[in-house]
T-cell receptor, first 111, second 116 residues
Framework: GQQVMQIPQYQHVQEGEDFTTYCNSS?????IQWYKQRPGGHPVFLIQ?????EVKKQKRLTFQFGEAKKNSSLHITATQTTDVGTYFC???????????FGTGTSLTVIP | DSGVTQTPKHLITATGQRVTLRCSPR?????VYWYQQSLDQGLQFLIQ???????AKGNILERFSAQQFPDLHSELNLSSLELGDSALYFC???????????????FGPGTRLTVL
């Protein structure tokens, strides 16, 4: 069946260091979404990637969709304490009507 | 503020009881999703409704049921509660019902359920 792996599960970085989380699927994806959940908060949509090899930037965040559309990454340059939270990828399920969320990467930024 | 409202914010109840969680989607959104989030399970998709009809089912237990009303608000009913049902329950809404196109989900603040 469809599987989505997100790594790492946890990441601690010093403020100013870079951070990357990866999402890997066993099947080809039509699209992938990324969400951020602050501690005590709810998931908030960040971006959706659709095209093979697509790269999108939002200030210090860079999102990439793999050429084979089976993996994606989220890279944060020069982390800040406001980046703290859990980052989830979400992929369409086989049926096409719902999303499967990855296990998430919890980011801690040490000031 | 995502525009999605959920009530109540917190719910404490005993095993064997039944509770109802309520969700109002963003204005104009036809699709409502329910998710369960616990520490060891991440975000688990439970069920989706689109314009009043059930569209997809995920890992929803038989003790749980949901519905979407004509005004598009949705309720999640949890019965015969067990300790393991303690979790955060999120509702999300989106304009469309399919995950195959652009379909951003807006999450509500969640209901924290504690079963004692």
């Amino acid at each position: 069946g469809q599987q989505v792996m997100q790594i790492p599960q946890y990441q601690h970085v010093q403020e100013g260091e870079d951070f990357t989380t990866y999402c890997n699927s066993s099947t080809t994806l039509s699209n992938i979404q990324w969400y951020k959940q602050r501690p005590g908060g709810h998931p908030v949509f960040l971006i959706q990637l659709v095209k093979s090899g697509e790269v999108k930037k939002q200030k210090r965040l860079t999102f990439q969709f793999g050429e084979a559309k089976k993996n994606s990454s989220l890279h944060i340059t020069a982390t800040q304490t406001t980046d703290v939270g859990t980052y989830f990828c979400a992929v369409p399920r086989d049926t096409g009507n719902q999303f499967y969320f990855g296990t998430g990467t919890s980011l801690t930024v040490i000031p | 503020d995502s525009g999605v409202t959920q009530t109540p914010k917190h719910l404490i109840t005993a095993t064997g009881q039944r509770v109802t969680l309520r969700c109002s989607p963003r204005s104009g959104d036809l699709s409502v999703y329910w998710y369960q989030q616990s520490l060891d399970q991440g975000l688990q998709f439970l069920i989706q409704y689109y314009n009043g009809e059930e569209r997809a089912k995920g890992n929803i237990l038989e003790r749980f049921s949901a519905q979407q009303f004509p005004d598009l608000h949705s309720e999640l009913n949890l019965s015969s509660l067990e300790l393991g049902d303690s979790a955060l329950y999120f509702c999300a809404s989106s304009r469309r019902g399919s995950s195959l196109g652009y379909n951003e989900q807006f999450f509500g603040p969640g209901t924290r359920l504690t079963v004692l």
